[in-house]
Structures are given as C-alpha cells and as structure tokens.
C-alpha cells in the first residue's frame, strides 16, 4: 500500500510527541505514518523530515520522522497544558480528517487529547475525539470499539455517568450499535459472519428479573428481531462470564452496555496493546488505548506499545477494505 497513515499530534503537552517518535523508531518505512504538528514538540534528538504533501511520507520515512508541519503559538512544556494549543489540536484534527477523506492518507489515527484542556482553552464542545469525528464526517451515529489481539469490545452507551446508563439504554441504541458493530467485522475485519456476545445490563443479567427486568423488556426483544434477520448472537449473557478464555473463543466481539463494563476487561487483558477504534465513520480512525499521561510526559517512559498497535491495526483495515 502507498498511501500512508495521518498521526494527529494530540495534546503537545502529553505524551503524544515522545510515542510518535517512538512508534518511527520502530517502524520506520515498514509502515509508513506521519505526524500532523509542530516538529518543535517532539523529543530532542528525533530525526525529523519535514514534508509538505502526504506522497513525501514514504520516502522520507526511512530516514526520519515525517512531520506535515502545523505551527502552534506559546511554548511546549511537558506536563502543562497551555491553553494556547487547543485551537491547534482541534485544527489538526480536523486537517487529518480532510486528507483522509481527499484520499490523501490510507487511515487516520489520532494521539491523545486532553478534553478539559480543549474545553478551557478553546470551547471543545464535544465529549471527546469519537463525538468530534462523527460530527466532522457528517453521520448521525458511530460506535467505539476497544480491540486487541485478545479482545473486541463495544460499549453501547460511552462517556455518562453510570446512574443515566438505564434511561439512556434503548432498543434503537442498542440496535444500531449491534448493526454497526456487525457492518464493520465484515467490512474492516473480514469476517464474513460475525459472531457477537451481548452482556446484559444488570448482575447475572437479571436473574430472571429478579435484578432487573432490562435484559427481558429491552435487550431480549431487540435479539430476537436481529437474529430473525440473520445474526449471530449469544445473549443476554452476565458480563461476569464473558471474558474468560474459553468464553472469548466462542464470539468475535463482545457488546457491552456501558464504559467501564468494556474497558475493564480489555484494559485488564493487554492494558499496553489496547486500539480504540471508531466504528461507523466513512473512513478507517484507530487511537491508542490511553490518555495523554501528563504524569510522565517528557520523562521517557510512556510506552509506545498502543500507539504501534493503533497503526498496525489501521493498516490491516485498510487492507480488509480492499476489493
């Protein structure tokens, strides 16, 4: 594949910059990327090549990192947000999207943002990268998805407090995320019939409505019509036995009913190689699995395993993608 992979900065002061560089340092050409920032941000010592159009990235891969330039106003420090660089994150994101979709990159994938940062700096109005790249790409509804080589996992309800879970849980929510959760392991996985395990919402899915009657009224029904329709899928199953070896071997993605319900166990299964993946965009967007980790930035310790599997796993869909 020619096309190479758009890498958004991030939050500057987070450890987007240190990742990037070394995810290069891994990679080098065998997979090309480059990076949408100001080259000044990343690690001193980083081999830098400046490029200015996307067809310089495979060349230039081999012998630096390609940086489409994006100039940011104030200083850089790790650590410390500086307001000044929300509008620039925004931008870049946005800038990495419009190539993608120009056919200019073969996928986007997105370094850490920090939400409160953008919020304060820059007016952010969306929860986070998912909400701002379904509302950049112009579809009403996308799906977030956590995968490793261990794990796929859906939440149907994402970032809301756990006591609004129930009233925002509803067949049609539930419905469309199981369609596009299907849609795309056939699409971006190639999985020619796609086998999904859905958990219920309460302990030991409801125990026959003796812990709630949500798995009977609402996610029942919505099974039944799908799997007349033709689909695979097991549920509603307690999430307290879903995630165990044995039980993984038997779907190819779980769909959970809310956050940390999904997370957990994927974080605890490959915490480093985790890839949140959007689901239901027009084109392929993979992220790492964690935050910008103010905590360590600048120090040399953040791992770049995520951001590499991010990639490699935005590189495979694209190639699922092909005729």
């Keep these: 594949m020619s096309l190479p992979i758009a890498l958004t900065c991030g939050e500057p002061a987070g450890i987007g910059p240190e990742i990037a560089a070394a995810a290069w340092s891994a990679l080098r050409d065998s997979l090309p990327f480059f990076v949408i920032g100001?080259?000044?941000?990343?690690?001193?010592?980083?081999?830098?090549?400046?490029?200015?159009?996307?067809?310089?990235?495979?060349?230039?891969?081999?012998?630096?990192?390609?940086v489409l330039r994006h100039d940011f106003p104030g200083a850089q420090t790790p650590g410390r947000p500086n307001?000044?660089?929300?509008?620039?994150?925004?931008?870049?994101?946005?800038?990495?999207?419009?190539?993608?979709?120009?056919?200019?990159?073969?996928?986007?994938?997105?370094?850490?943002?920090?939400?409160?940062?953008?919020?304060?700096?820059?007016?952010?109005?969306?929860?986070?990268?998912?909400?701002?790249?379904?509302?950049?790409?112009?579809?009403?509804?996308?799906?977030?998805?956590?995968?490793s080589p261990h794990l796929r996992v859906v939440p149907t309800t994402i970032h809301i407090p756990l006591a609004d879970v129930p009233q925002a849980l509803t067949p049609d929510l539930l419905e469309e995320t199981i369609r596009i959760t299907h849609a795309a392991?056939?699409?971006?996985?190639?999985?020619?019939?796609?086998?999904?395990?859905?958990?219920?919402?309460?302990?030991?899915?409801?125990?026959?409505?003796?812990?709630?009657?949500?798995?009977?009224?609402?996610?029942?029904?919505?099974?039944?019509?799908?799997?007349?329709?033709?689909?695979d899928l097991r549920g509603p199953i307690s999430a307290d036995t879903m995630f165990h070896a044995a039980a993984r071997a038997g779907y190819d993605a779980a769909i959970a009913m809310y956050h940390d319900q999904a997370l957990i166990p994927i974080k605890t299964l490959d915490f480093d190689r985790g890839v949140n993946v959007t689901l239901g965009l027009p084109f392929i967007r993979t992220s790492p699995d964690h935050g910008t980790a103010l905590d360590i930035a600048g120090q040399g310790r953040a791992n770049p395993a995520s951001l590499i599997a991010a990639l490699k796993l935005a590189q495979d869909m694209a190639q699922a993608r092909q005729p």
């Design 38 to 66: 100001d080259p000044s941000h990343l690690p001193a010592g980083t081999p830098v090549v400046e490029i200015g159009d996307p067809a310089h990235c495979v060349a230039a891969s081999a012998t630096g990192l390609p």
């Design 83 to 147: 307001p000044a660089h929300a509008r620039g994150v925004i931008d870049v994101i946005a800038r990495g999207v419009a190539l993608v979709q120009a056919g200019q990159a073969l996928a986007l994938c997105t370094a850490p943002i920090h939400k409160q940062a953008l919020q304060e700096g820059a007016g952010f109005g969306f929860p986070g990268h998912t909400e701002y790249l379904a509302h950049l790409a112009g579809v009403p509804r996308v799906v977030m998805m956590l995968a």
């Design 185 to 231: 392991l056939i699409r971006d996985f190639g999985l020619a019939a796609p086998r999904l395990a859905v958990a219920g919402l309460n302990p030991h899915a409801g125990e026959g409505g003796r812990m709630g009657r949500e798995e009977i009224t609402l996610i029942a029904p919505v099974l039944a019509r799908l799997r007349a329709e033709g689909f």
